[in-house]
T-cell receptor, first 117, second 109 residues
Framework: GAVVSQHPSWVICKSGTSVKIECRSL??????MFWYRQFPKQSLMLMAT?????????EQGVEKDKFLINHASLTLSTLTVTSAHPEDSSFYIC?????????????FGPGTRLTVL | DAKTTQPPSMDCAEGRAANLPCNHS???????VYWYRQIHSQGPQYIIH???NNETNEMASLIITEDRKSSTLILPHATLRDTAVYYC??????????FGKGTRLHILP
């Protein structure tokens, strides 16, 4: 299957700093990418939908000024957590949509664990 | 909100078939049934999907009832590496995925 990578796999930062997480589709082009976060023992929660060349669409309750999403190319989307605080500590996961067809499937990255001290 | 209902947890003996049920009684005609699984501290892994016919691949089989209101994911010979949370999702092609709580499958040695 298609491969999606994330970088970094884990990051520790101080409160008040910003952290950027990259999501790349390695062997296919993805016009749409999605960002999720997951707290311990909970399910994945969709944060936003990222479309190449346009502004991201955020889910209700997600602060767009805090979670900046940039989808600059068909293989790269970035999530920047601005002015991070301990409550932002979570597992952040991206997925990439390979396109609309019968085989349309979203492939997920391995996740990035963010710890804010 | 998730459109599916799954049991919170299940046990299966190693080497036996694991049958994971899913109810999706409000599924629309253009919605597919997808299954993903998430092994601890990893991203979800695609398993299989189908519209109305039964499907099989190298990982699993998907059985969808004739009225499409429920389905079963079958792992034919479960191993310890199949221990994970399994998510049943209904979605239109190209649409976002909304995860429910899934089924935590424990494979017993």
């Amino acid at each position: 299957g298609a491969v999606v990578s994330q970088h970094p796999s884990w990051v520790i930062c101080k409160s008040g700093t910003s952290v950027k997480i990259e999501c790349r589709s390695l062997d296919f082009q993805a016009t749409t990418m999605f960002w999720y976060r997951q707290f311990p023992k909970q399910s994945l929660m969709l944060m936003a939908t990222s479309n190449e060349g346009s502004k991201a669409t955020y889910e209700q309750g997600v602060e767009k000024d805090k979670f900046l999403i940039n989808h600059a190319s068909l293989t790269l989307s970035t999530l920047t957590v601005t002015s991070a605080h301990p409550e932002d500590s979570s597992f952040y996961i991206c997925s990439a949509d390979e396109g609309v067809s019968y085989t349309d499937t979203q492939y997920f990255g391995p996740g990035t664990r963010l710890t804010v001290l | 909100d998730a459109k599916t209902t799954q049991p919170p947890s299940m046990d299966c003996a190693e080497g036996r078939a694991a049958n994971l049920p899913c109810n999706h009684s409000t599924i629309s005609g253009n919605e597919y049934v997808y299954w993903y699984r998430q092994i601890h501290s990893q991203g979800p892994q695609y398993i299989i999907h189908g519209l109305k016919n039964n499907e099989t691949n190298e990982m699993a089989s998907l059985i969808i009832t004739e009225d499409r209101k429920s389905s079963t994911l079958i792992l034919p010979h479960a191993t310890l590496r199949d221990t994970a949370v399994y998510y049943c999702i209904v979605r239109v092609l190209g649409d976002k995925i909304i995860f429910g709580k899934g089924t935590r499958l424990h494979i017993l040695p």
